[in-house]
């Protein structure tokens, strides 16, 4: 059986490209881009899809996979998948500012942990807001949604087709900082509890200056943080899907859905 060229072509364009687009997201995306995850699993798992889809994505037109438009196609959907991918990133790392913010705020923050995900370290309550989130975004079915959405991408944003307009990079830009409001959202009602609590010692302070206030405060402030942390941790998920939602409408918009 034989096999012209063009056809050879073909088949390696439309199994390329929209590969390249997939494995980019799967590189950043909450979860799967996680450092813990090996690289192997990431390009297996970025191949299988690949092969999954191939089937109903537009074919790529005008294949010259010698040709300078090819290298300049092949860095497109690294951006495309990048940026998908960033949005999911971020909506994550927004409980982890969260978590680093209450742990300023409650002094818990010299108890700190290397995060599996980034590879830095940060404080345990900001480990632990990602610990929930990521398992509220498997159960979400968060990493289905990512996939079709990188699928419904190749229709509204073609491998063939132009580059992004400015206002797509805006978009992420954007994104970026609406992360600090939201994560100020979340630890809003902890972060003012502790602040009546610090006001409280320095008026005890201020009645009683005799009293040592390192020695007290300290641990009453981390015993007072954490029972808040404990009495205001069914807003989690509210805050969880409101902030998903709003991570769904920032990616169909940067998309074009």
Not at 98 to 120: E, K
């Amino acid at each position: 059986m034989e096999f012209p060229l063009q056809v050879l072509m073909q088949g390696i364009a439309d199994f390329l490209l929209p590969l390249t687009r997939i494995a980019a997201m799967f590189g950043l995306m909450a979860g799967i881009g996680a450092k813990t995850v090996p690289i192997r699993i990431k390009m297996g798992l970025a191949v299988m899809f690949t092969l999954i889809i191939m089937p109903v994505i537009p074919p790529v037109k005008d294949v010259n996979l010698m040709s300078f438009n090819t290298v300049i196609q092949v860095m497109q959907q690294l951006i495309i998948g990048m940026a998908m991918g960033f949005i999911s990133l971020m909506f994550i790392n927004t409980f982890i500012q969260a978590g680093q913010i209450l742990a300023t705020q409650t002094g818990l923050a010299f108890a700190s942990m290397v995060d599996p995900s980034s590879g830095v370290s940060v404080p345990s309550i900001g480990q632990f807001y990602l610990i929930l989130a990521t398992l509220l975004f498997w159960v979400a079915d968060g990493h289905l949604i990512m996939f079709q959405m990188v699928v419904f991408s190749f229709t509204s944003l073609p491998i063939d087709g132009g580059w992004w307009d400015v206002s797509h990079y805006w978009t992420i830009a954007e994104f970026g900082l609406w992360i600090f409001s939201a994560s100020l959202a979340i630890v809003l009602a902890p972060v003012t509890a502790m602040l009546l609590v610090n006001l409280a010692f320095g008026v005890m302070t201020r009645a009683a200056p005799q009293l040592n206030i390192f020695s007290i405060g300290f641990p009453v402030t981390m015993i007072a943080g954490l029972l808040i942390m404990w009495l205001t941790m069914d807003t989690f998920a509210y805050h969880f899907n409101l902030l998903w939602q709003h991570g769904i409408e920032y990616t169909c918009q940067l998309i074009g859905c």
